[in-house]
């Protein structure tokens, strides 16, 4: 009850502080702004490479003299092979007679003793001055270096806009989880900065990062004093080097994780021994506020930032704290520094030359790459990143085969990569064979779906492939093999396609999602089911709309599914191919096939497709019955993986055959009289009927089932919507060999000239082609001086 009390009494003190702090910080930083826009300028970056032949190791220290006695050591032999390189010693007003210690034993040593505690930004700014070097590296008095530390982190220096390299970060105790790597990332979420550090130890070399770790990186002085050093707004610890990084960024600059520069972290804890818990947490969280008050210019952001940390404050005061949310005592703390805050805002101002959208995104690997790294206007084999949300082999499904013969036929004349997204372990095996033709795969396997509840605005098929280690497969891979193109398969994927400058982000609509859920509701019997599938169609067509701007080239199977999105987008329409994915290697089917067996009927479809079971469900219960009224001997084969059980649709005739997945599918369509695709949803086109065309095999469809393929009736299937027309094509087919062999002819010649894989994925390549040609002609490289609109230069 006490509790209940005192968490009520604080929710309604937050709930009446909180507002008037916030506005009138926002109030202020309004002003501040529109003072810049009158009076402010703009500094321009003097970019010049730092000497790399030496570096000033600066360490900051307070009551740390044990550390010293077990940590010097290593830092000398590191710069031994260095000539020109020293150590600096910051002494921070230390008591335990730490000055006095290296003055005895280490009289070589650069001891600069403060008669006070300066904190961890003044005592390194401090160091940093008394440098001598070019290049100072910052350490943790806690920190043990390997001996070959230090020239990784001075090579990482590789041109005039390098501002911090960072070392990889080991644990000393190695049974603890790696909290900190020196690989950072930062991004913005929630109306607040997010940083982490990732472990991954397929990066073996320079490799961009959101920030250099203070304790344990190198930096260019000339580029750290430009930015004014640490800022003392963010005293007396934490988030004064992912500031110092993020303003680096926006300053054009980069900041790049080197893993061969290897040190380790022995100590840890040093502030949680002389601080509290509950005082470390507040800096943080103030500090986190600060953060934002003082770097993001973008208004957008800037209110997002204001609302979430109103609500945040009030839910950590009804719930308790949380790493993600503020506090009230944040909150007040950020605000007896708002004047400090404003003038640190100033100053960032005018340090910044592009905007927050385009820092964050430079932090990325692959928009790193889009803006960095050294593209050719025509490469001879395109790099391709081609990311698929299933597995591939074996294909068991129409897109796994328009997938699996796109990487055969696309290893022709591209390198490709792969990533493959599994549902469980072991289909890690039979999907090795894509390294026949894939440079390199990496494999994923999912977890366990994550439904978005009722209110979620995200479609659920997008949200099950919502995986933050997918995203950064894909980041991570495009920077490493320096690709070209990346090839997003499906709508579900589209959530990772990003707008870049010279890199050509693809991606194929196997289906028009919104379209297949929309032809899917007449079928629904259940009012819940149709009420979720109604509320799916409206996410699905909100997402779909908006992804669809971020591709350079969409990919649909038809000329009408081409149609359709570019009725609801005709800007788009320049950007919308059909006719380069959907394909099939006719050389593979045997033409005409036989001998067929009479009257038997082939129906084929993996069953975890919605519009297949559908489809078996209304043929069996409408159709079937009236052929078998006039042929009693016709039978159905049913092929496909997770096949129904017989007793859940209709066959009083006992005239289908259930034969559930069949590893080859080739001696059915040889061997059977007609194929029937009985399909009343969905969208996109079925290889179900490229595979029957090029095997010969007659075809009887729905208009739907045939879209894109068969167009008119008898030219190459025939078409029927209504079960009485259905049964009777199939049954004038089924007792008309002549007739259905003709029409088969045609369907070969129509697949061979139009649905070859060789042909259109030939086609397909000229495509990738023409747009990296095209975009890396509008971008050559990286423009940083016009990203912002007040441009002007001191």
């Not at 009850?1 to 506005?23: C, E, V």
Request: proline share 6%; charged share 20%.
């Amino acid at each position: 009850m006490r509790t209940s009390l005192f968490r009520f009494s604080l929710a309604l003190l937050t709930l009446i502080l909180a507002p008037f702090l916030l506005a009138a910080g926002a109030i202020v930083l309004a002003i501040a702004d529109l003072a810049w826009l009158v009076a402010g300028r703009r500094r321009k970056p003097v970019n010049v490479k730092p000497a790399t032949c030496a570096a000033s190791l600066v360490i900051p220290n307070w009551n740390g003299k044990d550390l010293l006695e077990r940590f010097l050591p290593s830092w000398e032999a590191a710069i031994a092979g260095h000539p020109g390189s020293e150590i600096v010693i910051v002494d921070n007003g230390s008591t335990d007679g730490s000055a006095a210690w290296i003055r005895a034993n280490y009289p070589d040593v650069k001891l600069l003793a403060l008669s006070e505690n300066l904190g961890f930004g003044g005592g390194s700014n401090a160091g940093f001055r008394t440098a001598k070097n070019d290049i100072a590296v910052l350490l943790n008095s806690d920190m043990r270096v390997e001996p070959d530390f230090l020239a990784p982190l001075l090579a990482g220096f590789t041109d005039e806009a390098v501002f911090a390299v960072s070392c990889q970060i080991y644990l000393g105790d190695k049974t603890k989880r790696r909290e900190e790597t020196g690989l950072t990332e930062g991004w913005w979420q929630d109306g607040g900065l997010r940083v982490s550090h990732r472990e991954d130890p397929a990066i073996d070399h320079l490799f961009p990062c959101f920030y250099g770790g203070g304790g344990s990186c190198a930096f260019d002085r000339r580029k750290f004093f430009e930015l004014g050093g640490f800022d003392e707004l963010l005293a007396p610890f934490y988030l004064e080097d992912t500031d110092l990084g993020f303003l680096a960024w926006k300053r054009g600059w980069k900041v790049f994780y080197q893993p061969a520069s290897v040190v380790h972290h022995e100590h840890r804890g040093t502030i949680g021994k002389r601080f509290s818990t509950g005082y470390i947490q507040s800096v943080l969280r103030k500090n986190f506020l600060l953060f934002s008050w003082k770097n993001i210019h973008g208004w957008g952001r800037l209110t997002s930032h204001f609302f979430f940390a109103f609500a945040g404050a009030i839910v950590t005061a009804w719930s308790g704290n949380s790493p993600t949310r503020t506090s009230l005592s944040g909150i007040l703390g950020a605000f007896g520094q708002l004047p400090r805050a404003a003038r640190s805002r100033w100053n960032a101002h005018g340090l910044a030359i592009i905007n927050d959208s385009e820092a964050f995104r430079r932090t990325q690997p692959a928009c790193f790459h889009d803006r960095f790294s050294p593209l050719q206007t025509n490469p001879d084999r395109p790099r391709v990143l081609f990311v698929s949300p299933y597995p591939i082999c074996p294909p068991t499904h129409g897109g796994g085969l328009f997938m699996y013969y796109t990487l055969r036929e696309l290893s022709r004349w591209c390198e490709v990569h792969a990533i493959v997204m599994l549902d469980y372990a072991h289909q890690w095996e039979p999907n090795q064979e894509l390294l026949r033709y894939c440079r390199t795969v990496e494999f994923h396997v999912r977890t366990a779906d994550r439904d978005p509840h009722l209110g979620s605005i995200t479609p659920h098929a997008v949200s099950e492939f919502h995986k933050p280690e997918i995203e950064w497969l894909i980041q991570r891979q495009t920077l490493l093999h320096n690709i070209d193109v990346i090839q997003l398969e499906y709508t579900a994927l589209g959530q990772y396609a990003r707008p870049f400058e010279r890199i050509v982000c693809a991606l194929f609509e196997h289906d028009v999602y919104f379209q297949s859920v929309g032809r899917a509701l007449p079928f629904m019997s259940s009012p819940i089911d149709r009420i979720k599938a109604r509320f799916e169609y409206l996410r699905a067509i909100r997402f779909e709309l908006n992804l669809l701007p971020h591709c350079d080239h969409i990919q649909v199977c038809t000329e009408e599914n081409k149609r359709y999105i570019e009725s609801f987008l005709p800007r788009l329409a320049p950007r919308i191919s059909a006719g380069l994915r959907a394909g099939i290697d006719t050389g593979v089917y045997p033409f005409p096939g036989g001998p067929r067996t009479p009257y038997t009927m082939l129906f084929l479809g993996s069953f975890r497709h919605t519009p297949n079971q559908v489809a078996l469900e209304w043929f069996a219960r409408y159709v079937l019955p009236l052929i078998v009224e006039k042929l009693p001997q016709a039978r159905l084969l049913v092929v496909g993986s997770d096949p129904p059980p017989r007793h859940t649709f209709s066959d009083p005739a006992n005239a289908i055959d259930l034969l559930g997945f069949v590893e080859d599918i080739q001696p059915l369509f040889s061997s059977c009289a007609l194929f029937v695709c009985p399909i009343r949803s969905g969208s996109g086109v079925r290889v179900k009927l490229l595979e029957a065309f090029a095997s010969g095999i007659p075809v009887v469809s729905t208009i739907i089932g045939a879209e894109g393929l068969g167009r008119v009736d008898g030219e190459f299937c025939a078409l029927a919507d209504d079960p009485d027309a259905f049964a009777a094509k199939a049954v004038q087919l089924l007792e008309d060999p002549a007739l259905a062999g003709a029409m088969a002819d045609r369907a070969r010649r129509e697949v061979v000239e139009n649905w070859d894989m060789q042909v259109i994925t030939r086609r397909l390549v000229e495509t990738y082609r023409d747009l990296i040609r095209g975009k890396r002609k509008a971008q050559p490289g990286v423009q940083q001086y016009e990203v912002l609109e007040h441009n002007t230069y001191l």
